[in-house]
């Protein structure tokens, strides 16, 4: 059997336009677009598996349970990383964006088109959620838990990140020898992260997990623990990624950057 | 120690026939068989593990949790690619047979034949389960949950198969890069599908895996819903592949076609 | 720094012995013990962890629920393919042993000495938990659940382990594709099997998994169950693999021997 | 794009000094560094997780069950080896650390170092959690269970570190078959092994992660337990190993050793 149209990813545009220079550009701007599509598509994912858990723990009178409701978000990013990773790198989160960029893996340009879009695919999350239960179980929101405090929740959320920074960045700088395993290390430390940690700040580790629910919900009082304590606990992990494995790697960049041209 | 009998899959019937064209007629009439196999049988196990948890715990008084009666069906599915993922491509489900051709993965000519296998797998599933324990746990039909009604389920089935196929088209156009480890993907989406929506709908996400419990239980009442929506999610999911992607793949082609000549 | 001592596995006899046919026996008989012994570690490993989840479960007061019973035996068969599948090809379960046979990846001639070495692991494993425990929860035995009755045991018996061969087989036939993914899919299966059947038999799809708590707490009324339906499973598997890929492959034999020359 | 400061690691300082013998010494001065930082933060993070799961359920009233606090650890130990098994080897562990020496896979030159790095980073881990939460739930000590006993505890600890090492230096030596799935046969062993077992003696496995709980809360009662036991069944597989496997191979040395020159 022959499938005369099946061949490698290439856009047709090429071939059409005679000139090189503004084809290249069409070119890089539909690339561009297909990141901005995937992060926005994969965060969306993330975001309406994580917060939606516990919307249909509320919704179904507790049939979820809190290992259920931390190991499938984990579950999610492993087969998102699998089925586009290639495409954005698979990113789904500001502070990952953010840690590659300091760790010199990813271009700063590129930075505020993914958190735009990240952004973007969290909103649609909770709002699917708020269309589909209304403000059922906060809306998903993860917030400091019982007689925690903001503080100690802050501190929890800047280890869990630097945990899961350093698992991200050190599987992709060491690429040639982990392989696509990387997928199941960042999923199963986001899984093991709420199963142990989840009661004290919501193990969120996001910025934008932890916004878009807020927003959609009108109660953005504790975001900006979620907020600091992701990015502070990222950029902690580039200080440590450096000390273990010294300069930023090509197998760094491709893991970030994805493998578009 | 020799192994004069052992030999790589080769259909003897080829060296008992000097019309070339005739044999190669007939191999391919073989192959065709074990295709159909192969889908009877994996979506025989699909069907009879996920309909048959519920149909368990109502016969051991609760003994099957939530949690246990999702994660089995998924990993049923990734040992179901791993061992027969080169023979018929291990679709399992009419939405992924009928999303592979549609992103041109996948020959229309072999869509019937594969939509019968899973339907008589499905089938068998079921039977065997009403044999051994007749109707208990409504045979393990999925329906929308108590308070959500038909619509919500409806639109819940569309997202998690667009989820699913995402997971299934985009880890089969990246085989060069993935490797097995889409089995992980596909079947930890299936897991986690369950683990955050099940009292939804289900999370069915195959028209197979609730018509065959449904007609063996003598209600289609809501069978509509899980034949629409999977379908529906599935196309999506082929849209989303297009815009991430691009054309289709040779890789996506093998994985949707199995490795059979 | 230097490792002088540091080579790849080769018996120094090989270098002592100026007679090289009575060299080569000796290796041979070297690889065998090797081999028996990891039959019989690594089954012990198994009954061990299957049997006394249930033994602990009772010692504890029921720390140890069904599911946490039925995955972590599961996950003891992917750890021992993985540290010494190559050793044996890590059968540890007659019915695989036979199955393999059967399919001829495997020599009949080594069939007795693998069963052997499986039962005393086994039963070394049960008098171990004997001594530990005395005979709290049965010894971790298998019996029919409440309510099914022999015969329904015994079908659930061999559906299972048709499940589990063909995966087993299935896996192995394809090394080439699959690489060492196969201990997640066989692992895995093992572990879903329980999460969904077990009440129905224990799913113990291993008649020496079985016959060891067995014959230490006294009570072979139901052993027959455990040997019948494994082995008939088996068999089945072994015909559905004919269809499924043809003629065994060497590829199989490699994964059922083990790579010890 | 272009980043011109991306490249492998190596350190600049090798091109500043012309004294070739001076650089190389300063060389492995700073790659002993790395090692130590590895072995110090990843051992902080195995035992957060695995004594903090107990202090968090206990702050939170018992919202982490006990299947959620023993698979987290293993999750984390195959995270960490994932994303930096290739600097230290990622031990973790005393008693992996001790074995990987006996069995000739790691210099004994290098144990007291890591024996240094790994107890500062669990008693930092210990300390960590002290300052969040008080001694809540043992502050997450492993001590012998309701009616078990010392010896029988002893003696558990014994078989698990067995069956842990087992795996460790199996998979360690075939590395060229099993590739980066160690870390799922190590972490899947880990979490195994408190599945079925942890009721009786908490599945350590490892002197630091019971030494450091039990230093900051004042109690060294039976820690001896945990020291004692790991150590015997990590020396009692490494005599498997050597039946299994015969001499140790580069494959192991270089998984113990970690890739740094």
């Known amino acids: 059997m022959e499938f005369p149209h099946v061949q490698r990813p290439d856009p047709t545009v090429h071939q059409r336009v005679p000139d090189g220079s503004a084809t290249f550009g069409f070119l890089k701007s539909a690339q561009a677009w297909r990141r901005m599509f995937a992060e926005a598509w994969g965060t969306f994912l993330l975001v309406v598996v994580a917060a939606g858990a516990d919307v249909v723990g509320a919704q179904s009178g507790g049939a979820i349970s809190l290992g259920m409701k931390v190991v499938a978000p984990g579950m999610m990013v492993m087969a998102v990383i699998y ?31 993914y ?20 403000t059922l179980g906060l ?26 920074v350093s698992t991200i960045l050190g599987t992709a700088s060491g690429a040639r020898n982990i392989g696509s395993n990387a997928a199941l290390a960042v999923g199963g430390y986001i899984a093991l992260a709420g199963l142990w ?21 009108g109660d953005l009082t504790t975001t900006w623990i979620y907020v600091v304590g992701p990015l502070l606990g990222g950029m902690i992990a580039v200080g440590f990624e450096w000390i273990l494995k010294g300069k930023p790697t090509e197998a760094g960049a491709l893991a970030a950057q994805g493998e578009l041209k």
């Open 83 to 113: 089925f586009m990773g290639t495409v954005s790198g698979a990113h789904l989160n500001p502070a990952v964006t953010l840690a590659f960029a300091a760790r010199r893996n990813f271009p700063w340009s590129r930075v505020p088109g």
């Open 115 to 134: 958190l735009v879009a990240q952004t973007v695919g969290g909103i649609a999350a909770a709002s699917f959620l708020r269309a589909m239960f209304g």
């Open 139 to 164: 809306l998903g929101a993860t917030t400091p838990g019982a007689g925690v405090g903001d503080l100690r929740a802050l501190v929890m959320e800047v280890l869990l990140t630097t945990g899961l």
């Open 197 to 217: 940690a989840a009661p004290i700040s919501g193990a969120s580790m996001n910025p934008v997990r932890s916004f878009a629910p807020d927003l959609l919900r």
